[in-house]
């Protein structure tokens, strides 16, 4: 009840904030930016594109955070700005499928070749479409942030071959795609909310779970898994989203403002990820006794082609996985 008397008063508050705003740029805007847990690189980006809106626009329109799953979890993050009750959030590509199919993209296993074609992809024209999938559902992306690669980590066993996972229960994100992929690889996905996994591995009640190594550090999986294993077998991107009534009601530099705000802080990102990601692996191994594991990939990508063959027939999809796979041919 407490969470949705704060939404409903937050609600009033941009009501009278907008009341009366002309498009002369005279009037003070705040948008109201809501997010889950992030790892620390991702918070740092979603800061600095604030400050660069609020620089580009010389104080015209500024970002009211609203941090850590306040406001609830990803799907509610995705709802409440839907509605308009938050004008931004930041969440995973894989929380975005239930709302566009397109985004379910992003959960095919071995699309990308590495970090190269997936910054080749992402900062192309290629994601356009994507981003503007949802425009009839109230909201439409900005930009996207790197979230690394996905990689199994498990508590009693290394993975170094698909026959490994056969009857283990797997943590999945709620993605129809990561089910079928772990379901291809021989495991049990057990989809389930993020804040449930550490005390589920810690029970038993899961066998490992897919992420890349911030889960480690950030969500404490470290303390309950032993080995990590780098099949790598999905790059998923973060995703920025805005309530499209708010983008509309901007100006028309307002709006330029926004979008080269969330590129340019997609550029900060990508600079401070790695070290993050680096110090997480380090941190995971000396002080918590993490095994990190290299894994031949062909048999993992032999074993998922099934999920290729599905996308690349399917209606809405094909035309963009096409354009992805020549993207990987001709970088």
Excluded at 51 to 56: G, N, V
Excluded at 120 to 147: A, H, R, W
Excluded at 196 to 204: A, K, N, R
Aim: charged content about 25%.
């Amino acid at each position: 009840m407490k969470r949705i008397f704060f939404i409903l008063l937050i609600s009033l508050f941009s009501l009278l904030l907008y009341t009366g705003c002309s498009n002369q740029g005279d009037e003070k805007i705040v948008l109201r930016f809501a997010y889950a847990s992030n790892s620390q690189p991702v918070k740092d980006a979603m800061a600095k594109f604030g400050e660069l809106l609020s620089e580009k626009t010389n104080g015209e329109v500024t970002v009211d955070y609203f941090p850590d799953s306040q406001l609830g979890g990803e799907r509610e993050l995705v709802e409440l700005t839907q509605t308009g009750a938050v004008d931004l959030t930041k969440v995973s590509g894989s929380a975005l499928e239930s709302f566009s199919e397109k985004y379910s993209i992003f959960g095919l296993p071995y699309l990308f070749d590495d970090k190269t074609h997936f910054y080749n992809v992402m900062d192309s024209d290629i994601v356009q479409p994507i981003y503007n999938s949802t425009e009839k559902l109230g909201f439409v992306g900005l930009t996207y942030y790197d979230s690394g690669q996905r990689s199994f980590y498990t508590t009693n066993k290394p993975i170094e071959k698909p026959s490994d996972l056969k009857g283990m229960k797997i943590r999945v994100m709620q993605s129809q795609t990561a089910i079928k992929m772990v379901q291809l690889l021989g495991g049990s996905p057990t989809p389930m909310d993020s804040g449930e996994v550490y005390t589920s591995l810690q029970q038993g009640i899961l066998d490992g779970a897919e992420n890349n190594e911030f889960a480690l550090t950030e969500a404490g999986h470290a303390e309950v898994t032993k080995y990590y294993s780098y099949d790598e077998h999905t790059r998923v991107p973060d995703i920025l989203i805005i309530n499209k009534e708010t983008l509309d009601r901007l100006t028309e530099d307002q709006r330029q403002a926004v979008y080269e705000a969330a590129k340019e802080s997609t550029e900060f990102e990508k600079v401070v990820f790695q070290k993050a990601i680096d110090e997480a692996r380090e941190k995971s191994e000396k002080e918590f006794g993490v095994v990190f594991n290299q894994v031949d990939k062909k048999p993992f990508q032999e074993a998922v082609q099934p999920l290729h063959e599905e996308f690349k027939n399917k209606d809405g999809l094909k035309e963009i996985y096409e354009e992805i796979v020549n993207m990987k041919e001709n970088k």
